[in-house]
């Protein structure tokens, strides 16, 4: 079992930055995609970035260009690099790790981050 905990959350003005960081309780390179979600009060959770073991991201289109989530394998450690944020970033985020074992999909979940974005 994968445990993950995030850091990083807060209350932030629009235009300005945070970064998250999710810190897995194993190897990550064992992991083969790792990401972010957010839910909002009222919505649903949806994806924010999602990054493969082979270093390949995907992003929101709502996020594009404002993002970056970033894997590091050598402090098994994934970052969301969050600029120019607005406030319908507010949202708690969520990390998300996925492993793929004889042919079972495994999720895990973090606790989440809550993070506020002030007009």
């Known amino acids: 079992q994968v445990q993950l905990v995030e850091s990083g959350g807060g209350l932030v003005q629009a235009g300005g930055s945070l970064r998250l960081s999710c810190a897995a309780s194993?190897?990550?390179?064992?992991?083969?995609?790792m990401g972010w979600y957010r839910q909002a009060p009222g919505k649903q959770r949806g994806l924010v970035a999602t990054?493969?073991?082979?270093?390949?991201?995907n992003y929101a289109d709502s996020v594009k260009g404002r993002f970056t989530i970033v894997r590091d394998n050598a402090k098994n450690t994934v970052y969301l690099q969050m600029n120019s944020l607005e406030p319908d970033d507010t949202a708690v985020y969520y990390c998300?790790?996925?492993?793929?074992?004889?042919?079972?999909?495994?999720?895990?979940w973090g606790q989440g981050t809550q993070v506020t974005v002030s007009s």
């Open positions: 998300n790790a996925e492993k793929n074992y004889r042919n079972t999909r495994y999720l895990y």
């Open positions: 194993e190897n990550i390179g064992s992991i083969n995609a």
């Open positions: 990054v493969t073991s082979g270093g390949s991201t």
